[in-house]
């Protein structure tokens, strides 16, 4: 974990580079009694040809059981991607004391990394 000086936003792996099958895989848990807003940032590299992945937040309340985001309450709503790039949630009104990013591959491997970013800033803009 890392404090970037400049904005105050502590900066810590959520999913260290990897291929995903099909399937899902979940990034690190987001604690927002230590910081009350946060961003997910997802690291789309390569993509099998006809890849489809899906990045969005999940919230909870005990750190175990989870629920989507649905953006509702002012943070970004999911995301599905079919090409190599930086996706970048926002999550400025966490809806419950835990949050983390959750990525869905629909059709064959990806490699995504993932970056937690959590502080007193409302936005990251990439």
Do not use: E
Request: charged residues 15%; negative net charge; contains cysteine.
């Amino acid at each position: 974990m890392k404090m970037d000086i400049k904005t105050n936003y502590t900066i810590a792996v959520g999913l260290a580079p990897v291929s995903v099958a099909v399937g899902t895989d979940a990034g690190a848990t987001i604690d927002h009694a230590l910081a009350p807003c946060a961003a997910v940032v997802f690291n789309l590299g390569a993509f099998a040809s006809g890849a489809a992945i899906t990045c969005k937040l999940q919230y909870s309340d005990d750190d175990s059981t989870w629920s989507d985001d649905d953006a509702s309450s002012g943070n970004d709503a999911a995301v599905k991607s079919t090409a190599t790039g930086i996706t970048t949630l926002n999550v400025p009104n966490p809806l419950g004391r835990y949050t983390r990013g959750y990525i869905t591959v629909a059709t064959d491997a990806v490699v995504v990394g993932v970056v937690n970013m959590s502080g007193p800033l409302k936005r990251v803009t990439p």
